[in-house]
């Protein structure tokens, strides 16, 4: 049987409070928050500048990778105050004025992948989720948490970047919400055929066949 390779809302949440207690809480919360959210791959998140952010507009700009399709998101009235939050501790950083870059090691460096992989990895087991979390398990869990919703496949396409809709069709095809009532649904049934209420077989002379 093939692991689960995306974390749930409910793990990411526990990533989240892992990352309200911990080193860096502001940052590293921050970039869990958006990464789920907007379900950014790593170096999306990475790449992200001041620049992306209107607050007052309440959007930002996202830069899809690998071919995708760039576009803006909307910004959450929550998401606003965690990114007001951590623009408020950044400014304390060591050469922070100088950079470009939303998020920032505590030498005003850009955060590098290897870093932000440990902080995952890191958080996940000490939130005790069962499986071994790393950074692109935030845009799965994004996907899938959308489709739970009930959220249209095309749009959950163009949300996530995806110029091709096979990419998307794995966090619908696997979500159970959708058969609910299937069998409920008010259909005349035709005689013989297998529904909720199943009607015993005709039997058939052999001579008419």
């Known amino acids: 049987m093939s ?11 526990r ?3 892992q990352a309200r207690y911990s080193y860096f809480a502001e940052r590293n919360y921050c970039m869990i928050y958006m990464g789920f959210i907007h379900g950014l ?3 999306e998140l990475l790449s992200l500048r001041l620049s992306d952010i209107d607050l007052d507009d309440q959007s930002i700009y996202i830069h899809r990778l690998k071919n995708g399709l760039s ?4 910004l959450l009235p929550e998401e606003v105050e965690v990114i007001r939050v951590w623009l408020h501790a950044r400014r ?13 090691s505590r030498l005003g460096t850009r955060l590098t992948r290897q870093q932000f992989y440990k902080i995952i990895t890191d958080y ?3 939130a005790e989720i069962s499986i071994c979390s790393h950074p692109h398990m935030l845009r799965h869990a994004c996907g899938y948490a959308l489709a739970d919703r ?15 809709i096979r990419h998307t069709v794995c966090y619908t095809a696997s979500n159970a919400a959708r058969f609910q ?19 015993v077989p005709r039997l058939v002379r052999l001579s008419s066949i």
Not at 71 to 74: A, E, I, K, L, R
Not at 150 to 158: A, H, K, P, S, Y
């Open 41 to 43: 791959r790593v170096s």
């Open 71 to 74: 576009t803006n998101h909307p």
């Open 92 to 104: 304390k950083i060591r050469y922070a004025a100088d950079s470009e870059w939303l998020f920032l």
């Open 181 to 199: 009532g299937v069998w409920q649904r008010k259909k005349r049934l035709v005689t013989g055929q297998l529904g909720p209420k199943c009607q």
């Open 124 to 126: 996940g087991k000490k």
């Open 150 to 164: 009930g959220i249209d496949t095309r749009l959950i396409q163009d949300y996530l970047g995806h110029r091709n």
């Open 15 to 17: 990533l989240l409070q």
């Open 3 to 13: 692991k689960r390779k995306h974390l749930t809302q409910s793990e990411v949440e």
